[in-house]
């Protein structure tokens, strides 16, 4: 069964830290990006953080950049996301999914997330 499975969510104060994972199941990661979107409560979903399929290339969203580390891991065939510095506004549920690029628009695959909550 083809599944990407999120994990690493919870709940933190202002300045903590998480490290989110995507592990898939089924197929290789290797040769497709992962993006990483979040969902906050009342807004609208946000593009977080993408890899490419090689790695090399990196995307961060202007409100993550400088906190958050996007990196795979072939060998373990998951994604991880390390979210440091976190704020309030970090808030939501984390999704991550496949694509063929970071450009794409055409989600492969979707995980069921991860829920996120910072507040002190």
């Known amino acids: 069964q083809v599944q990407l499975v999120e994990s690493g969510g919870g709940s933190v104060q202002p300045g903590g830290s998480l490290r989110l994972s995507c592990a898939a199941s089924?197929?290789?990661?290797?040769?497709?990006?992962i993006d990483w979107l979040r969902q906050a409560p009342g807004k609208k979903q946000e593009g977080v953080s993408c890899?490419?399929?090689?790695?090399?290339?990196?995307k961060y969203a202007d409100s993550v950049k400088g906190r958050f580390t996007i990196s795979r891991d072939s060998a373990k065939n998951t994604a991880y996301l390390q979210m440091n510095s976190l704020k309030p506004e970090d808030t939501g549920v984390y999704f991550c999914?496949?694509?063929?690029?970071?450009?794409?628009?055409?989600?492969?695959?979707w995980g069921k997330g991860t829920t996120v909550s910072v507040s002190s």
């Open positions: 890899i490419s399929g090689s790695g090399g290339s990196t």
């Open positions: 089924g197929f290789t990661l290797d040769s497709y990006a």
């Open positions: 999914v496949l694509k063929f690029s970071c450009g794409a628009d055409a989600v492969l695959q």
